[in-house]
């Protein structure tokens, strides 16, 4: 590569990264709400949604990869054409592509959806998900916190015999979760507990 191309692959690498550090958020929030609904969301769900982790993931990678390029870039500038350096810059583009893919993955296999049977939860750092049946809850609780005078609606927590499992009430689990409620004690024998906590104003 001669130092003309190199300037500009150097000039391209920097605008690049520049472009992905301002657009980072919306894009990794359009990626992960794309996939999961088009791809791992099923009309059998009763509810589907993505963690929050699986959205700080995507982000992450879409904020390192800017930085990786300015890395190469500058090195670029600052070493003439050899060999050595082109085996380097190789060596920092697969390094770039299989962090992007690997952090990729991860982000867009985390994910939890309800149906009939149970509770299913892909965390962020497994690669299989696990199964939490209805039939072995033993009880669930739904946490309010009361702040300022006003009791929102924080998170509900199934329990399964010493395993428990919290998830945030969103506005869209708040929508989504009285069928899911109403399926369990009904069903299922386990009524939901109420817990109201008060938050210290300081």
Known sequence: MSAHN??????LMITVAVILLFASIPISIFIVTFIHHSVYLDRSHWFFD???????????????????????????????ESKKRSFNLFIASVFTLLFMASGGYLSLDNYYYMDKNGLYYDELWKLEKTVYHWDEITSMKQINKKEAGTLTPDKVIFTYEEKKLELPLTPKLRNEIDPVINYIENTKGVELV?????????
């Open 50 to 80: 993505s963690p929050m982790s699986s959205y700080i993931m995507m982000i992450v990678v879409f904020l390192i990869i800017p930085v990786l390029l300015i890395i190469m870039a500058i090195y670029l500038f600052k070493t003439d």
């Open 6 to 11: 190199a300037d500009r692959a150097g000039s």
């Open 194 to 202: 109420m817990e109201n906590i008060t938050v210290d104003e300081e």
